[in-house]
């Protein structure tokens, strides 16, 4: 049965000049912060588990991630892409004339640019638009795509289809697309026209990605791509576009990179498209640099790892009986209500320290380790986690991760973030994505000594764990073959050293 396209809803803004709009009319209300953290906040159910067997336990162990404790940076991030997104409609009212034949105009390929910049409808000089580009950052594994994924899934709708009268066009409020692993262009532009086919599910039956690749060995220039999305933007009145994995970028050449960037600048530019980019913090200085024109890369926020509070003293040196909580204490705290263990453990100082100190304050870490922890737990039949189990479990599990986290702890991340995006990427099962990222880091970064025998030690384990193909393992072994000749060596400039 097919589903019906969901309808929009009008709303009265409080600006005049936003009352005649109906795609700024046909946004949500802005949702006040303590509704927004009531409406995210998530915690799992669980079920009676007395009856539940090991398998059943195990599925839910892993609905850890599902938890959701939303902090301070949710609130600034919805704030954020709310007001990019009425700040790109304010300039493309469909109601306006004068709007739809600018926009049309701009992304019609057989009007030339010199044109445009005659008739006035693209400004010669490099000043500033309304419009902006914004940046979500952080290191891997601190909840970046889950910030993202919550706030946009569930305060603002995908696509809706409007019924008025002088107004019954189809408005695609967020569009998302993924950075491909290998920076290509082409691959970017394909993956945009699926996103649109994805967002256009339930309303038309277009298949634009056909359109513009009919078969495998044949595509659509990049140019005309450009022309196309551009024109698709405008009659479906996109309101954000969503790049993740930004960081991918970096793996393109010099002139792609450029170009890239300046597709970015344009369509922000001159048809008030608004960007959402989100990559590693490693791309945040791609990322801020000034764009071809010298318009500003946008608004950043970045995400940090959890920080922990101490505990506050009395004058006399007794503990608080209240001590001043924090976003950390918060999840902790949820992760000790989501136990599916029989002999679960109650929460102390003592384990909070110990979580703090193995993962570093990184969500990513923390969920997977709470997992982990349990899960060893059932299979041995222990049914509860000690600490010495918990350090045994992260030794094991973290391995590749080792030099990352050893890194940050003496404030010397730097080069070392990109392993965390790396084991991440082994755990989606994408591990042609994970090797080429590996290469990558390999290739480019300086390290050696006790770095690069604990990477050696981490992708031995993973061979164990996954299933590869043989050309995986071969491209594999041969970034095996080059860790293990660093491992014989302490380059000059080393900065890691091997704590546990």
Known sequence: MKNSPKLAQYRIPKLEEHQANPLICALPSYVQPSRLRQVLHKMPKLPDLEFLDDADRIVLAKRIRK??????????????????????????????????????????????????????????????????????????????????????????????????????????????????????????????????????????????????????????????????????????????????????????DKDNRAKMLYFFNSMSNQLNVPFLKIGTTDSLKLMKTKFLNGRRAGDTIELEPYVKLPLLLKSNGDKEEKPLRSSWNDLVMSLFEFQVIKKPITYSERWDKELYKLSCGI??????????????????????????????????????????????????????????????????????????????FVEEENFSGAAASDILLGLEEIEQEFTLKESQKKKLAKIKASLKERAATIKKGQVYENKA
């Not at 970046?144 to 919550?150: D, E, F, G, V």
């Open 363 to 440: 969500p990513y870490v923390l969920y997977t380790l709470w997992q982990e922890v349990q899960i060893y737990a059932i299979r041995t039949g222990a049914e509860t986690i000690t600490l010495k189990r918990l350090n045994d479990v992260f030794k094991r599990r973290f391995k590749l991760v080792k030099t990352a986290l050893t890194a940050l702890r003496s404030k010397r991340l730097g080069q070392f973030q990109d392993l965390l995006n790396v084991a991440q990427l082994f755990d989606n099962d994408d591990a042609e994505a994970a090797i080429k990222r590996l290469n990558h």
């Open 67 to 252: 938890i959701r404790v939303p902090t301070k940076i949710f609130v600034d991030f919805y704030h954020e892409v709310y007001n990019l997104i009425v700040v790109g409609y304010e300039e493309r009212n469909p109601l306006n004339p004068e709007d739809c034949e600018f926009h049309y105009d701009i992304a019609d390929p057989n009007i030339s640019i010199e044109e445009l910049i005659a008739s006035g409808k693209i400004p010669e000089t490099n000043e500033d638009t309304t419009c902006e580009h914004m940046i979500l950052t952080g290191i891997s594994g601190v909840g970046k795509t889950a910030l993202k994924n919550s706030v946009l899934k569930t305060l603002l709708p995908k696509t809706r289809l409007h019924t008025k009268d002088n107004f019954d066009e189809i408005q695609i409020i967020q569009l998302h697309a993924e950075m491909p692993h290998d920076g290509s262009r082409a691959t970017l532009l394909k993956n945009l026209f699926s996103g649109i086919d994805k967002a256009l599910k339930g309303f038309e039956e277009n298949n634009y990605l056909k359109q513009v690749q009919p078969r495998l060995d044949r595509s659509a220039s990049i140019g005309a791509m450009e022309s196309f999305f551009r024109s698709l933007c405008i009659k479906y009145h996109v309101g954000i576009i969503v790049i993740d994995e930004f960081q991918n970028i970096e793996v393109a």
